[in-house]
């Protein structure tokens, strides 16, 4: 069983639309947990980045953590084209900079 | 700010020989960098973890002979493939975080390294 589980997509979806991306995870160790948007044959790019439990808000894009069902949540509202991406998820432990990765989500913003 | 960036951004080379990619953090001091692989379709992978002017961590799996990393200065970490071939083809990917231990990691573009 992989530490970090994400659902690879394809995922499309009519612009405007809320988006919902998920990753579980197993280790409950993890403390922090981060989402990175990864345009083609780029870089990841930081989105969101929490600290244990709770909601995070930042623009259109909320974050979510629950960890007692250690679950964690990126919601995309009113998508646009320009959200077309793959949404990675990550996650560490305290006191430990190791990043660990879900294998991405491939999301298309139909216009 | 928290601009790093990698040179070459793409490179083709022949099986047998050595390739030197950068990654330089631009606008900020980067304690620790990292050096990650990322295969088609797949996430990224933690190769090693350097903290500059020391030896490198690498994850289990990965041979450091192959994969020299140096850690020169607070700006600067470089990844030498040595010996590369056909199953090196990749796409190598460094960050950068400001701090040792949890913090922040600045992603670089990436360089996608072809062998033949």
Redesign the interface.
């Known amino acids: 069983q992989k530490e970090v589980e994400?659902d690879?997509g394809p995922l499309s979806v009519p612009e405007g639309a809320i988006v919902s991306l998920n990753c579980t995870y197993s280790n409950s160790a993890f403390?922090?947990f981060m989402w990175?948007r990864q345009y083609s044959?780029?870089?990841?790019?930081?989105l969101m980045?929490t600290y244990s439990s709770g909601n995070k808000e930042d623009g259109r894009f909320t974050a979510q953590v629950d960890k007692s069902s250690k679950y964690i949540s990126l919601f995309i509202r009113d998508s646009q084209p320009s959200d077309s991406a793959t949404y990675?998820c990550a996650m560490?432990?305290?006191?430990?900079?190791?990043?660990t990765?879900?294998?991405?989500t491939r999301l298309t913003i139909i216009p | 700010g928290a601009v790093v960036s990698q040179h070459p951004s793409w490179v083709i080379c022949k099986s047998g020989t050595s390739v030197k990619i950068e990654c330089r953090s631009l606008d900020f001091q980067a304690t620790t960098m990292f050096w990650y692989r990322q295969f088609p379709k797949q996430s990224l992978m933690l190769m090693a973890t350097s903290n500059e002017g020391s030896k490198a961590t690498y994850e289990q799996g990965v041979e450091k002979d192959k994969f020299l990393i140096n850690h020169a200065s607070l700006t600067l970490s470089t990844l030498t493939v040595t010996s590369a071939h056909p199953e090196d083809s990749s796409f190598y990917i460094c960050s950068a975080a400001r701090r040792v231990g949890t913090d922040t990691q600045y992603f670089g573009p990436g360089t996608r390294l072809t062998v033949l």
């Open positions: 994400q690879p403390q922090y990175y044959r780029k870089g990841p790019e930081l980045y990675l560490s432990q305290a006191g430990n900079e190791k990043l990765f879900g294998t991405g």
